[in-house]
């Protein structure tokens, strides 16, 4: 019997990235020590340390979710494949799985004075994500796999969303340098933005 999806199994592998790299998250969020922990207020107040780390936990896993949804969603805009069609769908897979990275830098420096330089990274991984998207879309186009019209007219509009995402994120790493913090805050909101667009998309 012949293939129906042409990228079944490559669909197989990236949904198995997508999982492990979610899973990957979830390490760095370490139990206080029991030896530090003489009362109930030592253990809130451990607890209390640990917030930088979900906080970076909770964004990571919304990004890598959206990600992982928009990536499902244009694979169902393709009837073909090509060698180029899997080398710059690869090259979103690694951006992907680098996010625990910068995830576990950023839950362990926001709220110190060195904060900086791990947003930066972080945010900065956002910029080459979008630049894996418009890698993705443009060999699309260019390959011709797009199944129909219909299915090129949404392609295109992922491409500038793509466009879009990278000027920001590159702004932001940017303006990181002196305000990390605020563009921390502002990196959770672009990406309730794109959750809102996401769920609306879907719908």
Same mark, same amino acid.
């Given at each position: 019997?012949? +293939?129906?999806?042409?990228?079944?199994?490559?669909?197989?592998?990236?949904? @198995?990235?997508?999982? $492990? =790299?979610?899973?990957?998250?979830?390490?760095?969020?370490? $139990?206080?020590? %029991?030896?530090?922990?003489?009362?109930?207020?030592?253990?809130?107040? =451990?607890?209390?340390?640990?917030?930088?780390?979900?906080?970076?936990?909770? !964004?990571?896993?919304?990004?890598? !979710?959206?990600?992982?949804?928009?990536?499902?969603?244009?694979?169902?805009?393709?009837?073909? %494949?090509? %060698?180029?069609?899997?080398?710059?769908?690869?090259?979103?897979? !690694?951006?992907?799985?680098?996010?625990?990275?910068?995830?576990?830098?950023? @839950?362990?420096?926001? !709220?110190?004075?060195?904060?900086?330089?791990?947003?930066?990274?972080?945010?900065?991984?956002?910029?080459?994500? =979008?630049?894996?998207?418009?890698?993705?879309?443009?060999?699309?186009?260019?390959?011709?796999?797009?199944?129909? +019209? @219909?299915?090129?007219?949404?392609?295109? +509009?992922?491409?500038?969303? @793509?466009?879009?995402?990278?000027?920001?994120?590159?702004?932001?790493?940017?303006? =990181?340098?002196?305000?990390?913090?605020?563009?921390?805050?502002?990196?959770? $909101?672009?990406? $309730?933005?794109?959750?809102?667009?996401?769920?609306?998309?879907?719908?």
């Amino acid at each position: 019997m012949s +293939e129906t999806n042409p990228n079944s199994r490559l669909e197989a592998f990236c949904d @198995g990235v997508f999982a $492990i =790299a979610l899973t990957l998250l979830i390490i760095d969020i370490k $139990i206080p020590s %029991s030896e530090k922990i003489n009362t109930t207020n030592d253990l809130w107040i =451990a607890l209390k340390y640990l917030l930088p780390s979900i906080f970076a936990f909770l !964004l990571s896993f919304t990004i890598i !979710l959206i990600t992982w949804v928009n990536h499902h969603g244009t694979l169902k805009l393709v009837n073909k %494949s090509s %060698s180029a069609f899997f080398f710059a769908n690869g090259f979103l897979l !690694l951006t992907i799985v680098f996010i625990p990275f910068p995830t576990a830098l950023l @839950g362990e420096y926001l !709220l110190t004075d060195h904060s900086s330089p791990v947003v930066i990274l972080y945010v900065f991984t956002m910029a080459v994500q =979008a630049i894996a998207w418009i890698l993705l879309t443009n060999v699309i186009f260019k390959d011709q796999l797009a199944k129909d +019209e @219909g299915s090129i007219l949404t392609i295109r +509009e992922n491409r500038k969303y @793509g466009i879009f995402a990278f000027i920001i994120y590159t702004l932001c790493g940017i303006i =990181a340098i002196w305000f990390p913090l605020v563009i921390a805050i502002t990196t959770t $909101i672009i990406w $309730i933005f794109w959750l809102i667009l996401a769920i609306r998309f879907r719908n």
